[in-house]
T-cell receptor
């Protein structure tokens, strides 16, 4: 069994300040973890992924995430928010099974204030 | 490459009608799946397929059927539409990778309203 908890449904930051979106996961297997972003009325775009290589993962648009097994966390960060970062962000886990289905968190809506 | 293509983008159905949401991918991915997105609930898995001729149920399969006769296509059928099926539907595909699961590639979604 696997599950994902995104600890904040909404996060609001000012442009130029750091972003932290929190994610905890549970998985019976060594998980693969992903962050996806969804802009309004758009599809889902992969930001970054962890698949048992380096624990600090760098993604697109300056985002990065750190896999912490002891804390079962995979928080997403960015040093300086941009207005274009305003979107919904999903933390996703995939257990290493033949099923390869993804389990999504409920999402965090990031608002960036000018 | 077009990636994952979903049609239609928008659809309005009356309660009790049936329809098929189309999904096609041109990346030769063996894994395909359907999700529905509802506010505050993320995406939930409806059905998935690990290859042509092989399908299985996900988290919320009731009211939906799938089949996979080719690697490229994975249609989702609504048998008798209900207002509870009003949602945004996403099709996704992925491939086998070493060292862990690979990411899924998503279509642009189908916004379905059942009245």
């Amino acid at each position: 069994a696997q599950s994902v908890t995104q600890l904040d449904s909404h996060v609001s930051v000012s442009e130029g300040t750091p972003v932290l979106l929190r994610c905890n996961y549970s998985s019976s297997y060594s998980p693969s973890l992903f962050w996806y972003v969804q802009h309004p009325n758009k599809g889902l775009q992969l930001l970054l992924k962890y698949t048992s290589a380096a624990t600090l993962v760098k993604g697109i648009n300056g985002f990065e995430a750190e896999f912490k097994k002891s804390e079962t966390s995979f928080h997403l960060t960015k040093p300086s928010a941009h207005m274009s970062d305003a979107a919904e962000y999903f933390c996703v886990v995939s257990g290493y099974t033949g099923r390869r289905a993804l389990t999504f968190g409920s999402g965090t809506r990031l608002q960036v204030q000018p | 490459n077009a990636g994952v293509t979903q049609t239609p983008k928008f659809q309005v159905l009356k309660t009790g009608q049936s329809m098929t949401l189309q999904c096609a991918q041109d990346m030769n991915h063996e894994y395909m799946s359907w999700y529905r997105q509802d506010p505050g609930m993320g995406l939930r898995l409806i059905h998935y397929s690990v290859g042509a001729g092989i399908t299985d149920q996900g988290e919320v399969p009731n009211g939906y059927n799938v089949s996979r006769s080719t690697t490229e296509d994975f249609p989702l059928r609504l048998l008798s539409a209900a207002p509870s099926q009003t949602s945004v539907y996403f099709c996704a595909s992925s491939y086998s990778g070493t060292g862990g699961n690979t990411e899924a590639f998503f279509g642009q979604g189908t916004r379905l309203t059942v009245v």
